[in-house]
Nanobody, 114 residues
Framework: QLQASGGGLVHAGRSLRPSCAAS????????LGWYRQAPGKQRELVAR???????YYVDSVKGRFTISRDNAKNTVYLQMNSLKPEDTAVYYC??????????WGPGTQVTVSS
């Protein structure tokens, strides 16, 4: 149902833009989120965008990351700038349909070297 791409290995200070393509129409989706899970840590919410366009960011990424969506492509993006080693994690997208419930994308690895 979801296809993720755009992760990779970069040096600190560089950028990546993972994407997550949904199989359903964006107008049937109430919210989209990007989460990350580093080794030995719990999965945490990084950024979220709701149907109206309102966005939320965890404090550690404010000013560096931007979540966006392309309704024509049924795709959500996470533009990640000024990456830091502490951003290293597996990044997952989460879809919350208007019908209720939620489901996860497969995850994409982001590794930032110092």
């Amino acid at each position: 149902q979801l296809q993720a791409s755009g992760g990779g290995l970069v040096h600190a200070g560089r950028s990546l833009r993972p994407s997550c393509a949904a199989s359903e129409d964006m107008f049937s989706i109430a919210a989209l989120g990007w989460y990350r899970q580093a080794p030995g840590k719990q999965r945490e919410l990084v950024a979220r965008i709701i149907f109206s366009g309102s966005q939320y960011y965890v404090d550690s990424v404010k000013g560096r990351f931007t979540i966006s969506r392309d309704n024509a492509k049924n795709t959500v993006y996470l533009q990640m700038n000024s990456l830091k080693p502490e951003d290293t994690a597996v990044y997952y997208c989460k879809v919350e349909p208007t019908r209720g419930g939620f489901y996860w994308g497969p995850g994409t690895q982001v590794t930032v070297s110092s």
